[in-house]
């Protein structure tokens, strides 16, 4: 855990690939579990720390998580997400899509119908919608190309479970490393290559602009590809 921001309202950290947010059937230990103990010791604060869990972050995927330290912030982050004004930028390494000869910066369009299968924790694209499914859009622009992999950004426009994964997926571009979603192989820290890069919000209190960016993973396809940006 690396805290980016913070200060009496709000924290900022950036999360490893394979930490989670918030508990689970696992009973692991939570990312919320070591930022209200990053709290308790450098403030000295006696009994239990409040801290508010604004969004989440799939376990496998690095990057910047937005929490609360007070009832009141977390009451309008909870709602500034819901209305979408938090706007979050991904990264995402993906294989090179077939025949894909696309420029540099140009901003593409995605829209599929996902369906999600609770039992396997999967979503399915639907080029059409279908019974029970939910509109998903996003648009991505390429940023650096490389043999093997391209470097993606990537803005959500609606917030569906695995959206980035399985929409990029359908389009013949599966993230690095995600073997749920139709990669050729996984990555030996089971991570998958798609990074929280930055976020952008008014501050829930101050009402300051917030820009925050998350470092990049350390690893050698990152920091080449970035490199060329």
């Known amino acids: ?10 924290i ?7 930490e989670i947010v918030q508990g689970d059937k696992t009973g692991d230990r939570t990312l919320a579990d070591d930022v209200k103990q990053y709290i308790k010791e450098k403030y ?33 982050l909870n709602k ?7 706007h979050k930028t991904y990264w995402a390494i993906v294989e090179k899509a077939k025949g894909d000869d696309s420029p540099l910066l140009s901003p593409h369009l995605l829209t599929h119908w996902l369906t999600r299968n609770e039992q396997q ?6 080029a059409h919608e279908v019974s029970g499914s939910k509109k998903a859009q996003l648009r991505y622009s390429l940023l650096a190309k490389g043999d093997h992999y391209d470097l993606l950004e ?33 990555l030996p820290d089971g991570s998958i290559s798609l990074l929280a890069r930055r976020i952008e919000f008014e501050h829930p209190v101050s009402h300051q602009q917030i820009i925050v960016d998350a470092p990049l993973p350390d690893d050698p396809l990152w920091c080449k590809l970035s490199a060329q940006i």
């Open 1 to 10: 855990m690396q805290v980016i921001y913070e200060d009496n309202h709000v």
């Open 12 to 18: 900022i950290v950036s999360k490893r690939s394979g």
């Open 44 to 76: 000295a604060k006696p009994g239990e720390v409040f801290l508010g869990v604004a969004h989440r972050l799939d376990r496998p995927v690095s990057g910047l998580v937005v929490f609360a330290r007070t009832s009141k912030a977390l009451t309008r």
């Open 80 to 86: 500034m997400f819901a209305e979408g004004q938090v």
């Open 121 to 126: 924790n999967k979503a399915y694209a639907h």
């Open 154 to 186: 990537v803005q959500l426009m609606t917030g569906r479970h695995h959206q980035i994964r399985c929409q990029l997926s359908a389009v013949g571009m599966p993230i690095r490393g995600d073997l749920k979603y139709g990669a050729r192989r996984s």
